[in-house]
Each structure stands twice: as C-alpha cells, then as structure tokens.
C-alpha cells in the first residue's frame, strides 16, 4: 500500500471511529443537551449535600412529624456558578447545618446538565419549578404543603423564598424573617 492509500484508509477509519462516538453520546444526552451517565435508581439517588432530601413525600413526612417548613433549593448543582458559590459558602457549613436542623426540613431540587438524575425525580423537580414559577437558579423557597386525604393532591402554603446570600448570617437571617411572619401572621 502507498503512503497516500494508508493515509487515505486512517482518514476514513478514525472518521468512522468519531461518528461511531459521536452517535452513542447523542443517544446518552440529557434533557439539557449535556453528556450524562445513565441515570442512578430512585432508591439510589442522592443529594449532593449530606442531610438533604430529594425526594417531595420525604420532606413532606419529615415535615408533618417534626412541625418544620420545608426549604427547598431549586439548584443546577453542576453547571450553575451561583448555585455552587451558595452551597460553598452557606450549605456546607457546620452553622447552617446546625442553624436547619433546628428549623427546616431541606429538600434538594436539582437540575443538572452533566449527570443524571432519575426520571421520576426529574419530573418531580420539575412540576416543582413550574408550581414555584422557578426562573433562575439558585431559588431557595420556604413552604408548608398540606394533604387533601380525600384526593392525596397538596396544597403549596408558601412563606418566602431567597436566593444567593453570601454568608450563612446573611441566608438564614433572611429565612428567620420569613419563619417569624409566617408564625405571625397563624
């Protein structure tokens, strides 16, 4: 074979090799256009942050036992750059960790571009985003939800929501202000 004839045949043989990579991640795309792994099961799928809940009928029992409002984070844990910098700078830290078991049941609402999620947990997050009328990211809401034990259907009692706070005082003082209306206004 002549040097142009082989370099003819890698030509075509790495252009194969590319569509051929190229269609299997088309086929492993997410609903935001980003390579991912197959989604983890429901029953294995976590929050990116320990002591957080992903799933709605968690928070909501958890809620209902201990008589705290859930506060979820609507969050695109691995894309969005405010959403990282709030869970930096407020979510990991021992005080606010401290600061929410003391007053919150947390819920992690993710919408990741690069990983997987679920698909019931992905519709889940969802009809939550639309419900909240979500718009951008980070979103943290504070609400109460009741149960209509006739129809199963919950009713949404909002108290407030926020977004980035650079520091913990900053975020939970804010959520503070929210809970003691709320509790006010009973």
């Known amino acids: 074979?002549?040097?142009?004839?082989?370099?003819?045949?890698?030509?075509?043989?790495?252009?194969?090799?590319?569509?051929?990579?190229?269609?299997?991640?088309?086929?492993?795309?997410?609903?935001?256009?980003?390579?991912?792994?197959?989604?983890?099961?429901?029953?294995?799928?976590?929050?990116?942050?320990?002591?957080?809940?992903?799933?709605?009928?968690?928070?909501?029992e958890e809620s209902q036992a201990t008589g705290k409002p859930i506060m979820a984070n609507f969050t695109g844990s691995d894309w969005c750059g405010w959403c990282i910098r709030l869970e930096k700078a407020v979510f990991s830290k021992d005080e606010f960790k401290s600061w929410a078991d003391d007053n919150v049941v947390l819920l992690e609402l993710d919408f990741p571009r690069r990983s997987a999620i679920p698909e019931e947990i992905r519709q889940q997050n969802g009809g939550l985003q639309q419900a909240f009328k979500v718009r951008g990211f980070p979103t943290v809401w504070v609400f109460n939800l009741e149960k209509n034990e006739e129809s199963g259907k919950m009713a949404i009692n909002a108290i407030g929501k926020t977004g980035y706070k650079a520091t913990v005082g900053e975020f939970t003082g804010e959520v503070d202000q929210m809970l003691e209306r709320a509790s006010l206004a009973k």
């Open 1 to 60: 074979m002549t040097f142009i004839m082989r370099k003819i045949v890698f030509t075509l043989a790495m252009a194969v090799m590319a569509m051929s990579s190229y269609g299997q991640a088309r086929t492993a795309n997410t609903q935001g256009g980003a390579t991912a792994k197959l989604a983890p099961s429901v029953e294995n799928y976590t929050a990116a942050n320990e002591g957080w809940l992903v799933k709605l009928d968690e928070a909501f």
